[in-house]
């Protein structure tokens, strides 16, 4: 019979895993050719706004095989919720056998992403880092910017949010451990930032290429559909490096689809994090550089934590 892990294990647990080196060994292995990872299943919703995704597969030769079913219900807050819902369901990969329910109401989700984030920095984030440039104020906001800390320690912050409201209580959650500064809009945070998260679920690109300063990181979190945007295209042309976490992904999603479906840049000019954290010479190499790595979040990232969680909860 399965095991079922719920919310409150589920914290306890990963609160004593190393999850960015979890994220570090999947996109390894998924860039290296050992997983089966198929296409995501995508449900997009009108009435009211939101989406869900269904993302499974396995690596070769493991003991398990993973599905992740993940939404994001962005009215959710407004009737007391959070966005993000969803659970993970952990196989034998020998034997079909069900033997882990992670009812992890998207906790994971969030997670793993943000720890994709700190990933992203250590690697192509400037040596020197003046501030840290968050768009966006939900969860996956916050994460990003505590997760950053574990190699990119920054604790001055510029923030731009659509509402007001939502500003003032990112800021009152993490100001006791930030030096943050509300900006007026995504310009200003990037004329203030040279490491710059951007976590909203947007549809028109609210970074522009003119107003990135040399020698700037952005990781884009937010686009994961197509119609999903936060870079303007020309910024992306502008980049000295463009890194996906999966290239046959960004062929139908992310910032990358649209700066490729506009003619900004071309499929053949963009990386594979897996590829790039092996290789240092396509890495960052000097503070001039402008690097955009673009997270549309692979199936491989809930492999290895929905794993982690599930072998450190039956060891106890």
Known sequence: MAIVINLEEIKKIVADIDVVSAMEEGFVQYSNGNTVVPPVGELLFEEPKGDAHIKYGYIKNDDYYVIKIA????DNPKIGLPSSQGLMLLFDQKTGVPKGVLLDEGYLTDIRTAAA???????????????????????????????LQTHTPCTKVWLWGRNKENVAKFVKELGADFDINIAENPSE??????????????????LKAEDIQQGTHITAVGSDTEHKQEL??????????????????????????RAVKDGAITESSVIELGTAIQDPALQRLNDEQITVVDLTGVAVQDIMITKAVYTNYIKE
């Open 232 to 257: 303007e295209s020309e910024l992306l042309k502008k980049a000295s490096i463009v890194i996906a976490d999966s290239i046959p992904q960004s062929k139908s999603r992310g910032e990358i689809y």
């Open 189 to 206: 945070v990037a004329k203030n930032s040279n490491l710059i998260v951007t976590t909203t679920p947007s549809e028109i690109a609210l």
């Open 71 to 74: 939404s994001g219900f962005y």
């Open 117 to 147: 984030g700190a990933l992203a920095a250590k690697y192509f984030a400037p040596k020197n880092i003046k501030a840290v440039g968050i768009i966006g104020t939900g969860i996956q906001a916050k994460l990003q910017l505590q997760y």
